[in-house]
């Protein structure tokens, strides 16, 4: 018998969803400094996020069977922050969408599957970039309102936590070793399992208290630069004020 709750019991189905499998794009030529476009194409059975920074991408399996690459093909490195940035899926029977794109994520490109259970699924999709966006600046952190919100047209609690998954993200560039990067895969679990029900439309307190917990034992026990340090302190006094401002 199986119990998984929040997966803090290790069971083959928490590891099945924390896998994250990263991939170097094939590079094809044809593009130039200003604009470019990368295809990707994987299998999916549940659902998954693919992350792409530059020419580097990271498959990250959230439920069902593991996420399979099939491929990653750009003509040009994606910039940090392109002028214009424009994502169209392609081929795949569920729902693909873009979740945050470079210019207001640090310079990654997330992109959210979500495929119904009928079986294995292949899924493609393209990003294409133009403009010259190179060297500004990463948007300001707006200030949180009285009701837990952020200032701004669109919902900035989506942004919140894609914000938290690029800190992170950078923080997990510097090393790959021992429970530095157990705790970093399990901050990267509980925040998959509360942007996928927030997406939903379902805000969970205890899902938000588990990112809080795992983010802080990051900040506190991990080996960090002191801008990765100093990042991931200032995302979790955020979560904490949504939390507590909820």
Known sequence: MKVKIGCLMITAACALSAQVVERTASMHGGGGPNNGKCTIEVVVDGAAQVEIRGDRAFLRNLSGRPAQWRRFE???????????FDFRGIDGRGRQSLVSDPRG???AAVVLIEDPPNGQEGYTFDIMWSGQGYGAPPPPRPPLLQDGRYRGPDDRFARLFERVRADLSQARSGFRRGNDEYRLDRTFQQLDDLQRDYARGNFNRGQLDDVVDALRRVVNDNRLSRRDRDNLNADLQDLRSLRDRR
């Open 74 to 84: 750009c003509n040009s490195v994606m910039p940090p922050n392109p002028g214009n």
């Open 105 to 107: 994520n640090r310079g």
